[in-house]
C-alpha cells in the first residue's frame, strides 16, 4: 500500500531543534516535488517548506526561512525537515505530502491543493 509515514515530531522548549523524516513506500515513482505543512486547530493547513525531485529548487513559508531546512535522501523517498530555533508559534501537527504531477518548470507546489498524498501528522509542541 502506498503510503508516507512521518516521524521526529515531540516537545521541546523555545530555542530548540527537531528533525522530522518522512518516508514513501509504494509508489511507482518519484512525486514531482514533496512539501511539508503544518495545521493548528481552527486554522487552515498551510504550506511550510518544500522541494522538488528534479532539481535543487525549494520553497519556505516567510515565517521560517532562515530556521527551517528541508531535504531529500538521494533515493527520493526520503524528506527531512530540520527545524531550529522552535518557538511556540511553530507548535502544530506537521504534515508530509506528495505534489500532483506534473508541474512547471521552476514550480515548487506550495498550497495543499496541489499536494494529492498527504502523511497521518506528526505532533510538534514548542514550551515557551
Known amino acids: 500500500q502506498a503510503q508516507l509515514v512521518e516521524s521526529g515530531g515531540g516537545s521541546v522548549e523555545t530555542g530548540g531543534s527537531l528533525r522530522l523524516s518522512c518516508t514513501s513506500s509504494?509508489?511507482?515513482?518519484?512525486?514531482?516535488?514533496m512539501g511539508w505543512f503544518r495545521q493548528t486547530p481552527g486554522k487552515e493547513r498551510e504550506g511550510v517548506a518544500a522541494?522538488?525531485?528534479?532539481?535543487?529548487?525549494?520553497y519556505y513559508n516567510e515565517e521560517v526561512r532562515g530556521r527551517f531546512v528541508i531535504s531529500l535522501d538521494n533515493d527520493k523517498n526520503t524528506v527531512h525537515l530540520q527545524m531550529n530555533r522552535l518557538g511556540p508559534d511553530d507548535s502544530a501537527i506537521y504534515y508530509c505530502?506528495?505534489?500532483?504531477?506534473?508541474?512547471?518548470?521552476?514550480?515548487?507546489?506550495?498550497?495543499?491543493?496541489?499536494?494529492?498524498?498527504w502523511g497521518q501528522g506528526t505532533q510538534v509542541t514548542v514550551s515557551s
Open positions: 505530502a506528495r505534489a500532483r504531477g506534473p508541474i512547471n518548470e521552476w514550480e515548487v507546489p506550495r498550497l495543499p491543493w496541489e499536494y494529492n498524498v
Open positions: 522541494i522538488r525531485t528534479d532539481v535543487r529548487r525549494d
Open positions: 509504494g509508489f511507482p515513482a518519484a512525486a514531482p516535488a
